[in-house]
């Protein structure tokens, strides 16, 4: 068993919305591993950094990384940090990885500067950029599929992937 397609990307790349459509579109089931781990942890992925620590976060995050590319053959979105984990990393060869690229102003747009996410808390728009500016090179370097999200809506985006995944 396989996922259809494994979705990457920052913080406001579309990965949920985009992969709820996509998901729709081929008539799969959508699988998003920051639901898996909030499911895991009894409580919302920000409250897991708050209360346990980025580093259970993230070990609770490659385990969830795990069990989906062996257990869901839908689509899956992953957490924007789930690739930095060597280990998930390399769990992702062979897969066909969209990475949604985005750039920081509609990223910043998308994901709202008031917004729960604990990566983003001081100076919101200065953390966004450097996240995004340190993980690009390991999405664009796992990426079987690249796909600008930019001033598109999600229904174009989905038609482009759909267009590009391999049967």
């Known amino acids: ?11 406001g790349s579309g990965k949920s919305t985009v992969g709820r459509l996509l998901a729709d579109r081929l008539g799969l089931a959508f699988r998003d591993t920051d639901a898996d781990v909030e499911l895991a942890a009894g409580k919302p992925v920000s409250d897991v950094f708050i209360e346990d620590g980025e580093e259970t976060f993230r070990a609770m995050e490659a ?3 795990r069990r ?5 053959d839908g689509v899956l979105a992953l ?12 769990l992702l060869a062979g897969h066909q990885v969209v990475y949604l690229e985005v750039g920081l102003s509609n990223a910043v747009q998308r994901v709202g500067l008031a917004s729960a996410r604990p990566l983003l808390v001081l100076n ?5 950029k450097k996240l995004m ?13 690249t796909v600008a ?19």
């Open 1 to 11: 068993m396989s996922p259809r397609a494994v979705l990457i990307g920052p913080p």
């Open 68 to 72: 989906a590319l062996a257990e869901h």
């Open 133 to 145: 500016d340190a993980r690009r090179p390991l999405y664009s370097g796992l990426a079987t599929i």
């Open 63 to 65: 385990d969830a990384v």
């Open 124 to 128: 919101p728009r200065s953390q966004l």
């Open 79 to 90: 957490g924007g940090g789930a690739i930095l984990a060597e280990a998930t990393r390399e």
């Open 149 to 167: 999200t930019d001033d598109r809506p999600p229904a174009e985006v989905v038609d482009e992937i759909a267009a590009s995944l391999k049967e």
